[in-house]
């Protein structure tokens, strides 16, 4: 498919599917109870689909993937409470949530492959266990057949390029059990592309890395690039066979952090199609609270070299500064400001939300927890934002993303055999050109 026609094929999509939406109401709601109910009314039209949520990682932690062990309708009260469940995501109106099944980078090969799948398994039991509230969703048509059904439909992403163990057989293998997206590296480089938060070793994707891409593009696999390097975020945009999404990122342009997105890449999603949904997380939220994170471990270091081999005088130094030095204040708004600068740079059929709820600490004053969707909402119609805008952010914009992902690999499978290729092949090649 050109990018001609992919371009058209998703306004196409998005303008059918918001027609309903823009002849809904007119004029701007002027209370907050108006804002309330034009919020419900829209998730009521459209699945609210947040891109990435880390619960089956926090169930495994507290655990060990033992189901029988919690209630999931009511995870508040738990040792360690959770941002996530069954409870909270119907007051926050979910309609749709990419589970992300994220091993950690210190897990490589096939102690990685064993224990995503072991992760993905837990999905699927999830879903069984709670057969009145999840249904498992492997298609856009799914996920609003789902929703529409009074459920919230359960999609799987993976997180972490390690999972695959730079196998494109593994790859297949989890797309075939389920995985609809997965997220090229996590904090640390993979052997075919590098992170954001890692030293750059390849300068991007490596031919293997393109290979990867392409396989995911052949599959129906959406390419996240969250967590990768800026340049392997060009990469991807070059191959241009399919839109990408950012399961969970924010805009560097307000906080220069490397995980979040540049306005070099923003600029590009229109041609690609592909869709930023935004993170809740303080630390890439906030400029401010970031810059206290690396004062800390300035500051930590310094005592460290002050007091050798004395880690109580450390700690102790430490919690000192913290009391000096509280976390600043963030809330809500600046969600919102993210939100706003995605689409003033990229556009409205740009953005959506990937909250990374149970997989960050600090969360914004108002966004606690999954319940908190509703308020966000209501905040961007404040700011001025159509019901057709929430409708967009909160679903649209992923399900077009999603069907156009879906009709690009039915092209290509019909047209492309799955690659053969294995890594080791294109390192023997390299060593003797």
């Known amino acids: 498919m050109g990018r001609w026609m992919l371009t058209r094929c998703w306004m196409v999509i998005g303008l059918a599917a918001s027609a309903g ?3 809904a109401g007119e004029g701007e709601p002027s209370t907050a109870a108006e804002r309330q109910a034009i919020v419900r009314e829209v998730l009521g039209q459209v699945p609210l689909i947040d891109g990435h949520n880390d619960a089956p990682w926090a169930i495994r932690d507290q655990f060990s993937n033992h189901l029988a062990a919690f209630d999931f309708h009511d995870t508040a009260g738990l ?11 119907r007051v926050g109106g979910l309609g749709g949530q990419f589970w992300s099944v994220w091993v950690p980078t210190s ?14 398994d837990l999905v699927h039991r999830l879903a069984a266990r709670y057969p009145e509230d999840l249904e498992i969703a492997l298609t856009a048509d799914d996920i609003v057949r789902i929703h529409s059904e009074g459920k919230i439909a359960s999609m799987i992403g993976v997180e972490g390029g390690h999972s695959i163990d730079a196998s494109l057989a593994v790859l297949r293998s989890l797309y075939a059990v389920g995985a609809r997206y997965m997220t090229l590296t996590h904090w640390e480089n993979v052997p075919w592309a590098d992170a954001a938060t890692d030293d750059p070793v390849l300068g991007g994707l490596s031919d293997f890395g393109e290979l990867v891409v392409k396989e995911m593009n052949r599959l129906g696999m959406l390419v996240d690039l969250s967590h990768v390097s800026a340049k392997v975020m060009h ?9 990408v999404i950012f399961s969970h ?6 906080n220069p952090y490397p995980r979040n997105v540049p306005d070099d890449v923003l600029e590009r999603l229109p041609a690609n199609g592909g869709v930023v949904m935004v993170n809740f997380s303080s630390f890439f939220l906030s400029r401010a609270v970031t810059q206290r994170y690396a004062a800390a471990k300035a500051e930590e270091a310094r005592l460290e070299t002050l007091f050798p081999g004395a880690p109580k005088a450390v700690e102790e130094e430490m919690d000192s500064w913290y009391s000096a030095h509280p976390t600043p204040a963030v809330t809500l708004d600046d969600v919102a400001d993210h939100l706003d600068h995605v689409v ?26 999954v319940s908190g969707y509703p308020a966000l909402l209501a905040a961007l119609l404040e700011r001025g934002w159509s019901r057709e805008d929430i409708a967009k952010l909160a679903g649209l914009n992923v399900l077009r993303v999603m069907r156009v992902a879906e009709r690009v690999a039915a092209e290509l499978q019909r047209n492309e055999q799955p690659s053969e290729v294995l890594i080791e092949d294109l390192d023997e090649m390299e060593e003797h050109e």
């Open 79 to 89: 040792e360690k409470p959770m941002h996530t469940d069954i409870r909270r995501l």
């Open 235 to 243: 990469d991807a945009l070059d191959l241009g066979r399919a839109p």
């Open 21 to 23: 939406l823009a002849a």
């Open 107 to 120: 897990l490589d090969g096939a102690e990685a492959v064993v224990t995503v799948l072991e992760q993905i």
């Open 249 to 254: 990122s924010n805009a560097f342009a307000l």
């Open 344 to 369: 003033e740079v990229a556009g409205i059929d740009h953005v959506g939300l990937g909250s990374d709820f149970d997989g960050i600490r600090s969360v914004p004053e108002g966004l606690e927890d």
